[in-house]
């Protein structure tokens, strides 16, 4: 489906603008994924745009995840996928809580013999927007990309001290005035995402924080790996030390005598 058609459709309805719209579009109608998994989605604007590359495309998926209050949203993610045939490409998730637990199933399903096998070429992650959530979400959507697959973070300097939406609510209010005020997915994205052995091409841009898996991460020894290696050597070691001693107790019993 072309840009425009889909614009016509969803720019009046939240929350994604139609310049990060754009950008989503673009960018799916380049990379040509088979597989994408979105965390939040509220009403479907969003997943509709990466839909309509999608659909443009010829090609790929979408799998995404928000809470069971979305069906309640006017409209709903149900009626902007029947009203623009996108039926065959969105599936959404309605979490009871939390996507995370979501991904929990998702990594279990995806798991044979104790690996977890990547699924995802792309996330888009515009969901809690808390260091507590969204932390332990990046490492869940981790196990599950692709090497060279990418991930994208919204609102890497939102904070719920600014948000007009969230500011005066009961829980906000509660909340420590640190996390008020700290933007908690740039902390994700600095902290987590780019000190992460197997992200690279890491970039912040008008909002949004960008990283690729690396396509080399196979390479990445896991500690359980060096552990092992550890005492492999330490084996090999012990036994060259009593092979040595062994020697030498020959070699002196021979010039003894
Ligand atoms: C900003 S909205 C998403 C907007 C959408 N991506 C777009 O641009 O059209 C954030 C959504 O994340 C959902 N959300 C927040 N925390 C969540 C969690 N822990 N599990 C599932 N969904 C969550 C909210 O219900 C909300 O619908």
Same mark, same amino acid.
């Given at each position: +489906?072309?840009? !425009?058609?889909?614009? +016509?459709?969803?720019?009046?309805?939240?929350?994604?603008?139609?310049?990060?719209?754009?950008?989503?579009?673009?960018?799916?109608?380049?990379?040509?994924?088979?597989?994408?998994?979105?965390?939040?989605? /509220? =009403?479907?604007?969003?997943?509709?745009?990466? /839909?309509?590359?999608?659909?443009?495309?010829?090609?790929?998926?979408?799998?995404?995840?928000?809470?069971?209050?979305?069906?309640?949203?006017?409209?709903?993610?149900?009626?902007? %996928?029947?009203?623009?045939?996108?039926?065959?490409?969105?599936?959404?998730?309605?979490? #009871?809580? %939390?996507? !995370?637990?979501?991904? +929990?199933?998702?990594?279990?399903?995806?798991?044979?013999?104790?690996?977890?096998?990547?699924?995802?070429?792309?996330?888009?992650?515009?969901?809690? =927007?808390?260091?507590?959530?969204?932390?332990?979400?990046?490492?869940?959507? #981790?196990?599950?990309?692709?090497?060279?697959?990418?991930?994208?973070?919204?609102?890497?300097?939102?904070?719920?001290?600014?948000?007009?939406?969230?500011?005066?609510?009961?829980?906000?209010?509660?909340?420590? #005035?640190? #996390?008020?005020? &700290?933007?908690?997915?740039?902390?994700?994205?600095?902290?987590?995402?780019?000190? =992460?052995?197997?992200?690279? !091409?890491?970039?912040?841009?008008?909002?949004?924080?960008?990283?690729?898996?690396?396509?080399?991460?196979? &390479?990445?020894?896991?500690?359980?790996?060096?552990?092992?290696?550890?005492?492999?050597?330490?084996?090999?070691?012990?036994?060259?030390?009593?092979?040595?001693?062994?020697?030498?107790?020959?070699?002196?019993?021979?010039?003894?005598?």
């Amino acid at each position: +489906m072309k840009f !425009n058609d889909i614009v +016509m459709i969803l720019k009046d309805i939240p929350h994604i603008g139609i310049e990060n719209g754009k950008i989503l579009y673009d960018f799916i109608r380049v990379k040509k994924f088979n597989h994408i998994l979105e965390l939040g989605f /509220a =009403h479907g604007t969003s997943t509709c745009y990466m /839909a309509a590359a999608l659909k443009e495309n010829g090609l790929g998926v979408i799998t995404t995840i928000d809470r069971d209050s979305a069906k309640e949203r006017k409209p709903n993610i149900f009626n902007l %996928s029947e009203k623009l045939n996108f039926e065959e490409i969105i599936t959404p998730i309605f979490a #009871e809580k %939390s996507y !995370n637990w979501e991904l +929990m199933k998702i990594v279990e399903k995806n798991t044979i013999q104790g690996k977890c096998t990547p699924v995802f070429d792309f996330c888009y992650i515009d969901g809690a =927007h808390t260091w507590e959530v969204d932390g332990l979400a990046f490492f869940l959507v #981790e196990k599950l990309l692709k090497p060279g697959a990418w991930i994208l973070f919204d609102d890497i300097e939102w904070t719920f001290e600014q948000s007009p939406a969230l500011k005066d609510s009961k829980i906000v209010k509660k909340m420590p #005035e640190e #996390e008020r005020k &700290t933007p908690q997915v740039k902390k994700i994205f600095n902290l987590l995402v780019s000190q =992460h052995p197997n992200f690279e !091409n890491l970039k912040i841009s008008k909002g949004w924080g960008w990283a690729q898996k690396r396509t080399d991460h196979e &390479t990445y020894i896991a500690p359980s790996k060096i552990i092992e290696n550890i005492y492999a050597n330490q084996i090999i070691k012990v036994d060259i030390v009593r092979y040595l001693k062994k020697f030498r107790e020959r070699v002196l019993r021979k010039t003894r005598r």
